[in-house]
Structure formats: C-alpha cells, structure tokens
C-alpha cells in the first residue's frame, strides 16, 4: 500500500512569510503526527491529530499550528517564518493515537529552509 | 522535561566490525522503539520493547531493554555498509502519549 505523502519535499521562503505543509497518511491510519528535525535538537514533537482533533502538543509557539481533515489527511502552518525554524518537516501516520506502542510510519519529510 | 540520551553521537566503522549503541534516560519508559533514519527519508521503525529484561533479535541486529525500563542498547554483529545511517531511539513514559525521540548516533560503516 502506498506510503505517507509529504509535499512539497523542499522548499525556500524568506523571513516573515508563512508556508504551508501538507500529509496523506497511510489509507486507514487516523492519526497523524508532525515532527520537526534539526541537526541541533534532532526529532521534536510539534502535534498530533486523531479524527479532525488535536490530541496533543509539543513545546512549540503559537506560530505553529496544524489541522486534520475528515479524510486523514493534515496540513501544518507555520507563519511568520523565522531563520530558525529552517529544518526537515517529518509527518508520520499510526492505526491508533499515542498508544505508546503502535508503529510510527515517516513520510521523506518536507525541507523547509528561511532565508 | 524527560530527555533521552543516546551515546556515541557518532561512530564511524570498518565493515565486518561490531557495534553497541545505547539510549538511557532518568525516568522508566512504558515502552521503547528503535528506528533506523536514512539520508533524505523518514526514520522506519526497527523494533517495539515492552518489558524488562527483553531482548529482541532481528537478524544481525540486538535490542536490550534494560530491567529498570530507563536503558536500551542496540547491537549490531559484522557491521555493513548497509547499516549506514542515523539510529533513533524512541521512549514513550505512559500509555497513551506520544514518543519522544533521543538525538541519534550516526553510525558511517566503511566498506
């Protein structure tokens, strides 16, 4: 079966704008999770959603921000764009929601960097 | 905050030679996976530990959990090229939240 979609894989924006970052998940996982990867930090926790509803959240500003469609799939916003939020955007799919031991499956990541 | 930490941060290897990577943290984790990221994809999910004490064997590859739930160690037996690429380890502390993800060991194997 096909895998977790991330577009787009790169992309470069310039301080002050805001992207958009969309996941299909694997077709009958409800859950997605965003995490953002940096060399500095590795993989942190931005947030989850299960069935339209954000089930948790990491430790991130307000200027990131997500959402779940009926069909699974997910978007996440990041707006007004800092250098530091310049990293690889990794959207990963689960049957159930943070059940601690279900598999976590990746998509390549979308490459966001700020200029 | 709950940190995993994981040792060495890097390794760089001839290929035939054997391996240990560890992942420790202060508190007991409810279950704890390893995941295997190569360069421009997503980390793949290697293996899942519940239990103490558990070792788990895939192929070339061993998963230790430690007794206490606060340690795992990854080993790998005749390293190869193959083997090239960023080892996660992934701890969740209860059930029902969300793993948190120690930074890595990159491990380079030379052929």
């Known amino acids: 079966k096909a895998g977790v979609t991330q577009t787009p894989r790169y992309l470069i924006k310039t301080r002050g704008q805001q992207v958009t970052l969309s996941c299909s998940p694997i077709s009958g996982h409800r859950s997605v999770s965003w995490y953002q990867q940096t060399p500095g930090q590795g993989l942190q926790f931005l947030f989850e959603?299960?069935?339209?509803?954000?089930?948790n959240k990491g430790n991130f500003p307000g200027r990131f921000s997500g959402r779940q469609f009926s069909n699974s799939r997910s978007e996440m916003n990041v707006s007004t764009l800092e250098l530091g939020d310049s990293a690889l955007y990794l959207c990963?799919?689960?049957?159930?929601?943070?059940?601690?031991?279900?598999?976590?499956?990746f998509g390549e990541g979308s490459r966001l960097t700020v200029l | 905050t709950q940190l995993l930490e994981q040792s060495p941060q890097f390794l760089s290897i001839q290929e035939g030679e054997n391996l240990t990577v560890y992942c420790n943290s202060s508190s007991v984790f409810s279950s704890l996976q390893w995941y295997r990221q190569e360069p421009g994809e997503g980390p793949v999910l290697l293996v899942t530990v519940v239990t103490g004490g558990e070792v788990k064997k895939l192929k070339r590859l061993t998963f230790q959990f430690g007794d206490a739930r606060k340690d795992s160690s990854l080993h790998i037996t005749a390293a190869q090229p193959g083997d090239t690429g960023l080892y996660l380890c992934a701890g969740a502390y209860n059930y029902g939240q969300n793993f948190v993800f120690g930074p890595g060991t990159r491990l380079s194997v030379l052929p």
């Open positions: 990963a799919s689960s049957l159930s929601a943070g059940v601690g031991t279900g598999e976590l499956f």
């Open positions: 959603y299960f069935s339209e509803t954000q089930r």
